[in-house]
C-alpha cells in the first residue's frame, strides 16, 4: 500500500495531510526517513513513526485505556470529558468508539475499536463474554447477598426515573473479598447493573472498578488514563 494511503488508514488526517506530513519528513519506517508519499510497502506487521512517535499498522484498532473517574464514555458528554479526549487523535479520527460503557464514577478497564463486528461480539448478550467488577459497597457484606446475587435479584430503576417492566439478573460470580469489597463476575451488560443489583439486596455501591473483560485483566502497569494497544486474541481468549 501507498505510504499516504497507510497514514489515511490510520487516522492521520485527510490524504493530502498525510501526504505533507511524509514530504516534510516527518515519518519514518524503520528507522528511515520516508519523503515520497508514494512509496510502497507491505502492511503485515508494518511500524512507522510519525513525528517521533511509534504507530503500529492495524486494519481495524483495539485499544484498552485504563479510565479514571470523572470520564464519560458517551461520544457526546454532558457534564464531563469524554474517554475518547484520552486517546491520540489519529485513533479519534478514525472513529474508535467504547465497548459497551461504563459509568463516570467507574474505573479501570475499557476497550475501544473501530471494529463494529468486534463491538457486537463483546456486547451482544448471546455472547456471554464475562466482566468482572470490584465494587466498594458501603454496608458489610454478609453471605446471604453474595447467595442472593448468584441466584438472582430484580432490578429497579432509580427513584424519579420511568419505571420500566422489572428485569432479573444474576451473577456468574459474587465473592466477598473483604468486609465491604465484593468481586461480581456479570455475563450482561445492562445500564448500571452492579449499582442496581447491589442496591437490590440491600447495599450501596461506593466506588466501582472493572478489573477484567473476556480474558484480558487490566495490567496492573497502566496507570489511570493511560491507553494501551490489544491484540485482539488477548480478549477472545483460545
Ligand atoms: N455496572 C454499573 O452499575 N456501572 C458501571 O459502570 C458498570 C457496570
Not at 458489610?140 to 420511568?162: I, N, S
Not at 450501596?204 to 497502566?222: I, K, M, Q, T, Y
Request: glycine share 10%; hydrophobic share 40%.
Amino acid at each position: 500500500m501507498r505510504l499516504d494511503q497507510i497514514l489515511f488508514s490510520q487516522g492521520f488526517g485527510t490524504r493530502r495531510l498525510c501526504a505533507g506530513l511524509i514530504a516534510h519528513g516527518e515519518v519514518r519506517v524503520a528507522g528511515q526517513v520516508v519523503d515520497d508519499p508514494g512509496a510502497e510497502f507491505d502492511t503485515e506487521g508494518l511500524c512507522f513513526d510519525v513525528g517521533g512517535q511509534a504507530w503500529p499498522y492495524a486494519e481495524k484498532a483495539l485499544v484498552m485505556l485504563n479510565k479514571p473517574a470523572g470520564y464519560e464514555c458517551s461520544q457526546k458528554p454532558k457534564h464531563h470529558p469524554s474517554v475518547l479526549s484520552l486517546l491520540p487523535a489519529p485513533l479519534r479520527e478514525r472513529g474508535v468508539q467504547p465497548i459497551g460503557r461504563l459509568d463516570e464514577d467507574t474505573t479501570g478497564l475499557l476497550l475501544l475499536t473501530d471494529d463494529g463486528a468486534l463491538i457486537h461480539r463483546l456486547t451482544s448478550p448471546k455472547h456471554h463474554v464475562p466482566k468482572v467488577y470490584e465494587a466498594r459497597c458501603k454496608h458489610p457484606l454478609t453471605p446471604a447477598m453474595a447467595e442472593q446475587l448468584l441466584a438472582g435479584v430484580e432490578l429497579k430503576e432509580p427513584e424519579g426515573k420511568y419505571q420500566r417492566p422489572p428485569e432479573t439478573t444474576r451473577a456468574e460470580g459474587a465473592e466477598i473479598v473483604d468486609g465491604t469489597l465484593l468481586r461480581l463476575t456479570l455475563l450482561e451488560g445492562k445500564y448500571h447493573q452492579v449499582k442496581r443489583m447491589v442496591a437490590a439486596v440491600g447495599n450501596r455501591v461506593e466506588a466501582l472498578h472493572r478489573s477484567r473483560l473476556g480474558a484480558l485483566a487490566l495490567p496492573a502497569d497502566l496507570v489511570p488514563g493511560q491507553w494501551r494497544w490489544v491484540d485482539r486474541a488477548l480478549v477472545l481468549g483460545g
